[in-house]
């Protein structure tokens, strides 16, 4: 798949100043958006499906064509993997471009935002959850659309698993790990480097010469990482 190489260009220099505030107001006040219908249905053949399974789950968060979501899939046979993007054209391009399924891989097209808080109320605990590429939303302005200050914030932290986020974007892992610092749960911003790609958008980061970074939480004993 061929698409353009993304360079952050952003007007924000370091966290943004508002992050703590916007972070602590949307701790202290749920999201009361209603479930979009497409989602909702979506959340229910995932659970129709995870009924017959056993082994953990996995969350593939924003899986864009799939890549990633099949590697996982392949590095963890003895789990679910569930790949969520809200594009049915990317969804769509999977079945093109790989010839064949994965047994315990599970595509979904769903708003993000709303199936983790179906995830959340059904008490789904994660075992593993990525959220890898594109970088969201750079402009100073737009900051509340980056996951880490979204009103789901704290859906994803009761999801819990061993999370790991990446971004061709320093300032958006930076951000994230302030984030989760306010929370206390500790985590640095690191390099992000391998042999092989797990994403286009990595495999043309690097061939662009561009550096990626990651921050990696590892899995609470019990449940989420809020209780």
Known sequence: MKFKTQRIDSNQDGIHERLADIVQRNLEHPFQKPIAEHTQTAFNQAK???????????????????????????????????????????????????????????????????????????NWVLEKHFILYPNPYPKATHVQRRWHASPVFTDLLKLGGELTVRSNWKTYIDEFVFALGIVNIEAETVEYTAEQPMTAFERKYWADGQTTWQTCIKKPPEGGFLN
């Open 48 to 122: 129709e499906w995870l009924a017959s399974r056993s082994g953990g789950m996995i969350f593939d968060s924003g899986c864009g064509i799939g890549e990633s979501s099949r590697i996982i899939a392949q590095q963890n046979p003895h789990s679910n993997v569930i790949a969520i993007d809200r594009s049915e054209v990317r969804l769509g391009k999977h079945e093109r471009i790989f010839e064949s399924t994965l047994d315990n891989l599970l595509f979904v097209r769903a708003d993000i935002l709303d199936f983790w808080r179906l995830a959340v109320a059904e």
